[in-house]
């Protein structure tokens, strides 16, 4: 038999649908990098916070039936901003509007994010065909924007998100 306090009470959360609007916006810093030096370890870790952060805000949406196509697609776009832009700060914006989810990555230096068609013995350089194969698989497009400085897609959502 489960124990009981007296005067406890049990709260249940009822994720709210979002049917137009923000589901989350947020920025973070990381430090400049230049050539072929790696992430530092603090930068590359954002990553999965944020990655985590938008599970979380995506479940209390009620889009929990979009976060793993929407995990690969946002762990892609920032480790790109991360690796390949040498800016200082990194921005992730996830709305709803018009049936569509929109993720944004922003870095704020030029330089568009292009699709590479890789061997397979290659170790990198698949990302971005993911991010277009899942956009594809979701009924969505993606894009840059402001001289590559901004990656964007859209997902349609489910039907019963609508």
Known sequence: ??????????????PRAVRHGD????RFKVAARRGDAPPRAEDACRVGVMRRIAAAR???CGLETMQGDV?????????NALLHS????ISLSITVRDGFLN???TDDMPGSATRKYVNDKAESGRGLALVEALVQENG?????RDAGAET???LALPEEAR
């Open 58 to 60: 995506l479940r209390h």
């Open 86 to 89: 040498g800016t200082k700060e």
């Open 152 to 154: 964007w897609c859209r």
């Open 1 to 14: 038999m489960p124990s009981r306090v007296a005067g406890a009470t049990t709260v249940v959360r009822t």
């Open 103 to 105: 993720v944004t990555v």
């Open 140 to 144: 969505g497009d993606w894009g840059t």
């Open 71 to 79: 995990m690969v697609i946002i762990s892609e776009l920032l480790t």
């Open 23 to 26: 589901v989350m916006s947020e």
